[in-house]
């Protein structure tokens, strides 16, 4: 009776560290969002330390740390899901029509909305 309720036990502790361990690598790979709700094209960035990727900004200057970059018409959006092993990770918007030397950054994965302030310059919100 003694080995089975040990065998037991350390079923039971191996299956909560087993679903403790999904549970965090869930919440790792959330969808980070961007949604366009300007009447400009825009250019996205998600990058995070563990990406290696350079792209060039609406100015045409190289951007490091790139995980994935995409333009949107707007109205469009898109999203990406970052590797577990990345950390630091940030979204970054530029306009292409206008302001293209100003770009905006977030780390908040919740602020998906992309707007212009009242200088004209995009900026990320939570929608």
Not at 15 to 34: M, P
Not at 40 to 61: I, L
Not at 66 to 91: M, V
Request: glycine share 8%; proline share 1%; hydrophobic share 35%.
């Amino acid at each position: 009776m003694r080995k089975t309720n040990k065998f037991l036990t350390a079923s039971l502790v191996l299956a909560l560290a087993a679903v403790s361990l999904a549970g965090t690598a869930q919440a790792d790979s959330k969808k980070w969002r961007a949604n366009n709700n300007t009447d400009q094209t825009v250019k996205v960035f998600f990058a995070a330390e563990g990406c290696a990727g350079v792209k060039s900004d609406c100015k045409g200057n190289d951007v490091g740390l790139i995980c994935k970059s995409t333009t949107l018409q707007p109205g469009e959006e898109t999203d990406y899901e970052f590797n577990d092993g990345t950390s630091t990770r940030t979204k970054l918007v530029c306009s292409k029509d206008a302001n293209t030397n100003y770009m905006a950054s977030t780390s908040e994965r919740k602020w998906n909305g992309i707007r212009l302030d009242a200088n004209g310059h995009v900026e990320w919100y939570d929608e």
